[in-house]
């Protein structure tokens, strides 16, 4: 160490016990440990049951798991997660976007317009939203009737 004497600092043992009571005061007795998580009092988020919701703004969402170049249009399946919807379209230039956002307001009966691509432009899961004054029970009805036929 280059020949510098290093300075000692020195605590009386007077100093010791005023100070872990002045800290046990202050922070209430016990200090919480590190990396423990407060776990009693969590609240597990709300997660719907079904994949239409209506939104905060009022409006119908459907979580749409999309399935672009099938055959034909169709509703495969409804799970609690997403619908099921396959696009006789190819997964290019938005072209599945555009036919799913057609097939859906085909199938609810709605205007093209009232149908609109929410999320998920380049994902195969994928948010719409309806525009048209509709419950998501009512939605989920036309859903479910599409799927039987």
Known sequence: ML???????RQGPRLRPALSGAVSERFGGTMPRKGKA?????????????P??????GYV?????????????AVTDLTTE???????APPSEGEANTELCR???????????????????KSREKAVKILAPMTPEDVLER???EARS
């Open 3 to 9: 020949g510098l004497a290093r300075p000692t600092f």
């Open 38 to 50: 407060q776990t009693k009092d969590a609240v597990m988020p709300n997660v719907p049951s079904s």
């Open 52 to 57: 239409v919701a209506t939104d905060k703004t």
């Open 61 to 73: 969402t459907i979580a749409v798991h999309a399935k672009p170049g099938s055959k034909q249009n």
């Open 82 to 88: 997403a619908v099921g919807v396959a696009i006789a």
């Open 103 to 121: 097939y859906l307001a085909k199938v609810l009966e709605v205007k093209k317009s009232e149908v609109v691509l929410e999320k998920g432009a």
């Open 143 to 145: 859903l479910r009737k």
